[in-house]
């Protein structure tokens, strides 16, 4: 077993004044059942922004009554006139039941709105493509709605090729494209065998490496390129439940770290011919690997696309032309650690492109070669990270993208010089986070502004200036809830790296009174939970309320901090992110106010394995500790995240041995509460369950909580209540 982190020893009870006691539930005016209801106050934002084909409109998704029910609204850029364009009864009158299968997507993209979830513009009509209830809509240039499909099986993913002659989608694993305007249709692969798909991105590529699709169409509405996905080796879990009276049985393909993957091949076919190419991989590389970051040559020539290596320490960009023949890499990444999937971006005027690659230990945008690969410029360079491309302008030669050039907890809009190097200019202004969504084919952009003390704002730009707003509504209830910011802090790490934190104090405060705290931890990569933009934290503000001190640290491992401080995890997840965690504690001791002696901690999937491991590697630094859906040990935890950050298990297994929660169960001191979902198929209840046999056989009491028909992220609003109840009730009657 891993000894124990020893901080600082607490001051003998004979000199400590008795513990406050914290106020009861009636303290706050925030409820269980307004902290369940979704989103949070101040989280009514437009959705799916985007702009019309011709540019004369901003589209987006957003609440008539603000609720979890969304309708398409419209923004007229010369009227400035908002209206809604659609809601879900125009399409459907009744909902049916979800499918398993779009279930399961909207899972991967953390998806909670019903109503009109998703729509898509063709790139050069102004045509519309709509799913809902498993079939596929189409809104034509005259407003008129057609049903393209009427099939018991759902149509997943269908999207529109940039002419909108054409909508594809995928059923039953299989591709298909249907005509517009005959609505006729056509089915263009078949004969997949059990466990074999096509069009359809694998559970990796959803859920680590952002790739919602599977296919995608060429600019010239004349082929596909697909993903051939064969999971048949990849080792099959069962995730078992229980809804609507009954028992619920799903055995999961799910590629867990050290097995095997799925095969994933590339293909593109040509729809008048049906002629199907399989795009070769150079000779050479090995076959394991990852594909993802799949974008077409403007001309429809050729296409780009990004392999990873199974290890996931080198990254390749590689063309492949339409006529067949093998790829060929353009440019290359490596890493002793990690590489990561990187924005790709063509040019249309020119045959260059634009990439995000590390160099120098930071995130930044080349402007390389389409053909040869060869770097034509550095765009963007300095001790900061670019975070995200949001538009090119070629007219002005120039591109605009987020960073975070000024502040490494706030997000602007830059606008970089494709022509000349120099220093970007910063086009946003108000301090905090901004969120940008850009036309592809004009000057205008959507700046989805928010910070700590300001709830969001949606200012529509142009060449001009700001020509009108986005409505973000605040809740009726809003300025009854009494919500505060949170404060901004700073801590040193052992190694002398600054860490940024949230510090909300007790509302009600009194002069030499200390009170005990609850640690709101994540801590895992690709998450920075603390930056300046809006967040209800309703269960903050309750405990607040009630007399608790609450606080959230990033530690080493987050990203936005530049390669060195984001990869000081690699190889060995949880030991450096609790020494942070505890470097917070030793920050709060010194804090007047502050009881360190009554210390909680809550998180939930890698912040469930953070509060698990607090309570086992650090007991006698935290007294209670809410785990939720954790992770316990990294074998069960899939391939792409898991191999990424702690290597292969055949190659590192002693971090796996180290940081199996299972082994410390004896150290357990404190009260430890467990919630899963029994249905989860991200972080499987199996990881619970082998922490429970581990805590019984060591004779450690503990308290369990399961969700019999919940996934990952609970759905119900009722079940959000109850566990919104339980955890925060666990937390105060525990400090």
């Not at 409109?57 to 007229?76: G, H, I, Y």
């Not at 034509?140 to 018991?152: E, F, Q, R, V, W």
């Not at 399989?278 to 970051?293: C, I, M, Q, S, T």
């Not at 936005?560 to 190889?571: D, L, N, S, V």
Request: hydrophobic share 40%.
């Amino acid at each position: 077993m891993p000894p124990a982190l020893v901080g600082a020893p607490p001051a003998p009870a004979a000199l400590r004044p008795a513990p406050l006691a914290v106020a009861g539930p009636e303290a706050s005016a925030i409820g269980y059942e307004r902290m369940a209801r979704w989103p949070e106050p101040g989280g009514h934002v437009p959705r799916a922004i985007a702009f019309s084909p011709d540019g004369k409109w901003v589209t987006f998704l957003q609440s008539e009554k603000q609720n979890e029910e969304t309708a398409l609204f419209t923004f007229d850029r010369a009227t400035k006139e908002i209206r809604i364009l659609l809601r879900a009864a125009d399409l459907a009158k009744e909902a049916g039941p979800m499918s398993r299968e779009e279930e399961l997507r909207r899972e991967r993209q953390r998806q909670k709105i019903k109503g009109i979830t998703a729509y898509n513009w063709a790139k050069r009509a102004p045509v519309m493509v709509l799913p809902s209830g498993g079939d596929v809509f189409v809104r034509h240039a005259d407003g008129k709605i057609a049903k393209l499909t009427n099939t018991p099986d759902p149509e997943i993913d269908p999207r529109p090729c940039d002419t909108g002659e054409r909508v594809a989608f995928v059923r039953k694993g299989e591709l298909y494209v249907v005509d517009v305007a005959s609505k006729a249709e056509t089915q263009l692969t078949r004969g997949a065998a059990e466990g074999v798909t096509r069009g359809l991105s694998d559970f990796n590529g959803q859920e680590e490496f952002g790739e919602t699709s599977g296919y995608w169409w060429s600019p010239k509405c004349d082929r596909i390129a697909y993903l051939e996905v064969d999971e048949r080796g990849v080792e099959q879990v069962p995730v078992v439940g229980y809804r609507e009276k009954r028992a619920d049985v799903m055995m999961q393909r799910y590629p867990a770290a050290g097995g095997k993957n799925p095969i994933l091949r590339l293909v593109t076919i040509e729809l008048a011919t049906r002629r199907t190419t399989f795009v070769e991989l150079p000779a050479g590389g090995e076959k394991d690997r990852y594909l993802a970051r799949f974008a077409w040559a403007p001309d429809g020539r050729a296409f780009f696309f990004q392999a990873l290596s199974r290890d996931q320490k080198r990254l390749e960009l590689m063309r492949a032309e339409v006529g067949g023949g093998a790829a060929r890499v353009l440019a290359t990444e490596t890493s002793p650690a990690y590489v990561e999937f990187a924005q790709v971006w063509p040019l249309e005027q020119s045959q260059r492109l634009l990439w995000l690659r590390d160099r120098a230990g930071y995130r930044h945008i080349d402007l390389l070669d389409a053909t040869s690969g060869s770097r034509l410029t550095e765009v963007t360079s300095g001790p900061w990270d670019v975070e995200k491309i949001s538009g090119v302008d070629e007219e002005q030669a120039r591109v605009l993208f987020t960073a975070t050039k000024d502040s490494a907890v706030e997000r602007h809009l830059y606008a970089a010089s494709l022509a000349i190097v120099g220093e970007p200019m910063r086009l946003t202004i108000e301090p905090g986070k901004h969120e940008v969504h850009k036309d592809d084919r004009g000057p205008a952009w959507v700046d989805l502004h928010s910070a700590f003390d300001r709830p969001p704002h949606a200012a529509v730009h142009d060449a001009k200036g700001v020509i009108g707003e986005l409505p973000c509504p605040l809740d009726p209830d809003f300025a009854a809830l009494r919500i505060r910011p949170p404060d901004l802090i700073t801590v040193r790490s052992s190694s002398g790296d600054l860490l940024y934190g949230s510090l909300l104090r007790p509302r009600q405060m009194v002069p030499g009174q200390r009170y005990p705290v609850v640690v709101m931890v994540y801590g895992g990569p690709h998450l920075q939970a603390v930056q300046n933009h809006w967040a209800a934290h309703l269960v903050w503000q309750h405990l607040a309320d009630r007399g608790v001190v609450v606080f959230q640290l990033d530690n080493r491992g987050t990203p936005g901090r530049g390669r060195a401080f984001e990869q000081a995890t690699y190889g060995k997840l949880g030991e450096i992110e609790l020494q942070d965690q505890l470097a917070g504690i030793d920050y709060l001791s010194t804090l007047p106010f502050v009881d360190a002696t009554r210390v909680g901690i809550y998180g939930h999937s890698y912040g469930g394995f953070m509060a698990a491991l607090a309570m086992l590697r650090a007991p006698d630094r935290f007294k209670v500790g809410v785990a939720g859906s954790p992770v316990t040990d990294w074998h069960l935890y899939d391939t792409g995240y898991t191999e990424r950050f702690m290597g292969l298990p055949d190659k590192n297994g002693s971090a796996y041995e180290q940081n199996d929660l299972s082994a410390m169960a004896p150290a357990l001191k404190g009260k430890l509460f467990i919630l899963h979902a029994m249905m989860d198929e991200n972080v499987h209840f199996q990881n619970s369950a082998r922490l429970m046999d581990a805590l019984t056989i060591a004779q450690k009491p503990f308290d369990l909580l399961l969700f019999p028909g919940e996934r990952h992220g609970y759905r119900n609003p009722l079940v959000r209540q109850y566990a919104e109840m339980r955890i925060v009730e666990y937390l105060v009657q525990n400090l």
